[in-house]
């Protein structure tokens, strides 16, 4: 008779468990992104529809209005999730379309070298001597500044400031691609690629892209939170989205009734704040991810 004997192998855990931080990022970002895809079909007040029997009421003492109203009867909860999708948005558009232009431009300034290389570096040095802030602000002022004759609409302000965020994100995004790329363009396996005879679009598309992409994500990450404070910044200036429909046009509506109602300046700062907070928490996340990857290969 014969026994069978079963060995049970204890199980690891192939990652540690993660930091509180991870889940109160990611819990917020969440929320936000929530807010601002499914925030129109929330029963809240329109966000731009003033309440006149509620003016300048704080947070928690007016029926109907979770977090008060502004000074001019308008809603804080309505116009925080609204400034939730118009932030959210121009700030992942900037930074997905400036992204990926930098990267196209850093991949194969990295990978094909010589006289091309030489100039995209250049370039890239030039855009980053410019301030962010300068840049925006200049390219704005040109292109979506209120006239005597007309105002700018909501619409081409966000278009014009989309286009400016996108150009400061590309050479930022494009330097930390190129700089991936170098290290990776070196490596045997692509080598031994090029040696074979392997396309180069090919060897760029399944061996140097998908090990750059980490790093390009993580900057992506750092990238929308100061995409998010520049926007703010600029309408601080006066020359961002008007009319309070984003978190910095609320700010920059609010500092003018800081005595009497200071919660429409800090709600939006908080908010603005914890976004930043999240993203940048995610950016760092990833790169350390990366650097314990690329020191076991």
Same mark, same amino acid.
């Given at each position: 008779?014969?026994?069978?004997?079963?060995?049970?192998?204890?199980?690891?855990?192939?990652?540690?468990?993660?930091?509180?931080?991870?889940?109160?990022?990611?819990?917020?970002?969440?929320?936000?992104? @929530?807010?601002?895809?499914?925030?129109?079909?929330?029963?809240?007040?329109?966000?731009?529809?003033?309440?006149?029997?509620?003016?300048?009421?704080?947070?928690?003492?007016?029926?109907?209005?979770?977090?008060?109203?502004?000074?001019?009867?308008?809603?804080?909860?309505?116009?925080?999730?609204?400034?939730?999708?118009?932030?959210? @948005?121009?700030?992942?558009?900037?930074?997905?379309? %400036?992204?990926?232009?930098?990267?196209?431009?850093?991949?194969?300034?990295?990978?094909?070298?010589?006289?091309?290389?030489?100039?995209?570096?250049?370039?890239?040095?030039?855009?980053?001597?410019?301030?962010?802030?300068?840049?925006?602000?200049?390219?704005?002022?040109?292109?979506?500044?209120?006239?005597?004759?007309?105002?700018?609409?909501?619409?081409?302000?966000?278009?014009?400031?989309?286009?400016?965020?996108?150009?400061?994100?590309?050479?930022?995004?494009?330097?930390?691609?190129? %700089?991936?790329?170098?290290?990776?363009?070196?490596?045997?396996?692509?080598?031994?690629?090029?040696?074979?005879?392997?396309?180069?679009?090919?060897?760029?598309?399944?061996?140097?892209?998908?090990?750059?992409?980490?790093?390009?994500?993580?900057?992506? @990450?750092?990238?929308?939170?100061?995409?998010?404070?520049?926007?703010?910044?600029?309408?601080?200036?006066?020359?961002?989205?008007? %009319?309070?429909?984003?978190?910095?046009?609320?700010?920059?509506?609010?500092?003018?009734?800081?005595?009497?109602?200071?919660?429409?300046?800090?709600?939006?700062?908080?908010?603005?704040?914890?976004?930043?907070?999240?993203?940048?928490? @995610? %950016?760092?996340?990833?790169?350390?991810?990366?650097?314990?990857?690329?020191?076991?290969?």
């Amino acid at each position: 008779m014969t026994t069978t004997t079963v060995t049970t192998v204890p199980t690891t855990k192939s990652a540690r468990k993660r930091p509180i931080g991870f889940y109160i990022a990611s819990t917020w970002l969440g929320l936000m992104v @929530f807010l601002a895809v499914f925030g129109p079909f929330l029963p809240l007040p329109t966000w731009n529809e003033a309440q006149f029997e509620f003016l300048g009421a704080g947070p928690f003492s007016a029926p109907g209005h979770l977090l008060g109203t502004t000074n001019d009867g308008y809603d804080m909860l309505s116009g925080l999730v609204n400034g939730a999708r118009i932030s959210i @948005f121009v700030s992942v558009v900037s930074v997905t379309i %400036g992204g990926l232009i930098g990267g196209v431009i850093g991949i194969s300034s990295a990978y094909y070298r010589g006289k091309f290389d030489s100039v995209v570096q250049m370039v890239f040095n030039i855009m980053l001597s410019i301030p962010n802030l300068v840049l925006s602000l200049a390219l704005i002022s040109s292109f979506a500044a209120d006239t005597d004759e007309q105002t700018a609409t909501v619409a081409r302000r966000m278009t014009v400031l989309i286009f400016s965020l996108t150009i400061v994100i590309v050479p930022i995004v494009g330097r930390i691609a190129r %700089g991936s790329a170098l290290q990776w363009s070196n490596r045997e396996f692509v080598l031994a690629s090029k040696s074979m005879g392997t396309p180069n679009l090919v060897i760029i598309r399944k061996h140097i892209l998908p090990n750059v992409a980490p790093a390009m994500l993580a900057i992506a @990450f750092l990238a929308v939170g100061s995409v998010i404070i520049v926007e703010g910044s600029l309408a601080l200036l006066g020359v961002g989205i008007p %009319g309070g429909a984003s978190w910095g046009s609320m700010l920059a509506t609010g500092r003018n009734y800081l005595e009497f109602s200071p919660h429409e300046v800090y709600m939006p700062a908080l908010a603005i704040a914890f976004t930043v907070i999240s993203t940048n928490y @995610f %950016g760092d996340y990833v790169r350390n991810h990366l650097d314990k990857r690329e020191s076991k290969i």
